[in-house]
Structure formats: structure tokens, C-alpha cells
């Protein structure tokens, strides 16, 4: 009789998959603990831990796509924050005639622009 290699196999002999506290090691390895302080808090080894996080691959992939999904809004948002700030500023340094002000906030502007188009580009590759 052939052997069988599926999920539930893995299950049947995954260490891990059939600890008492699974679930809490589950939310511990996606939420990025180390494995050597989970093997040590769970009387687990690193390499038993290590298998079953091909277990959790699909869960770990989401995590991290959320995780990236939460810095790049971080990042926007300061950048809409520096774009605020320097027309701000380009219209205070315009009112008072401070020109050489006004063409460096134009200039910063200018940057800015450049890595909204940056940001989008890479954002349309990702996708």
C-alpha cells in the first residue's frame, strides 16, 4: 500500500499540530515570535516548530500581506502629510516674498510628485 503525504497525514504525526496549546503556537508563529523562545516556552524543538510553519505558510502569507498593506499606508500618510506641509509653507514664504523660499518648497514638491509616481508604479507591479 502506498503512503500517503497529505495535510492529514501531517497532522497525524506534526508534533505540534497535536500540542495542547496548537492554536496559542499558531497565533505565536504568525505573529512572528521566535521559534527558539516558543520551543522553550512549549517543550517543543526549533526543527518541529520549523516543519509546522509549512503548515501555516497560507496564514503567515496573509500576515505579512497585511503587514506590508499597514506600512505603505503609514508611509502615504506621511507623505500626504509632507505634501500639506510644504504647500503650506510655499504659500506662507509666497505671501511673504521670500522667493528663494518658495522655489526650494517647489522643488520639494517636485520630489514628492516623483515618489507619488514611484509609490504608484511599484504598487501597480506588486498587484
Known amino acids: 500500500m502506498a503512503k500517503q503525504y497529505g495535510p492529514a497525514h501531517q497532522s497525524a504525526r506534526c508534533t505540534v499540530c497535536n500540542h495542547p496549546s496548537h492554536s496559542d503556537i499558531d497565533r ?38 497585511q503587514v506590508d498593506r499597514s506600512q505603505i499606508t503609514q508611509f502615504l500618510d506621511k507623505l500626504e502629510l509632507l505634501e500639506f506641509r510644504l504647500d503650506r509653507l510655499f504659500h506662507k514664504a509666497e505671501e511673504s516674498h521670500s522667493f528663494h523660499v518658495s522655489l526650494g518648497c517647489l522643488q520639494e514638491s517636485f520630489r514628492v510628485l516623483s515618489l507619488w509616481e514611484r509609490v504608484r508604479h511599484s504598487l501597480e507591479d506588486r498587484s
Open 28 to 65: 505565536a508563529l504568525i505573529d512572528g515570535v521566535p521559534l527558539r523562545t516558543l520551543a522553550a516556552t512549549h517543550g517543543l524543538s526549533v526543527s518541529a516548530l520549523f516543519r509546522h510553519t509549512k503548515h501555516l505558510q497560507h496564514q503567515l502569507d496573509l500576515h505579512q500581506r
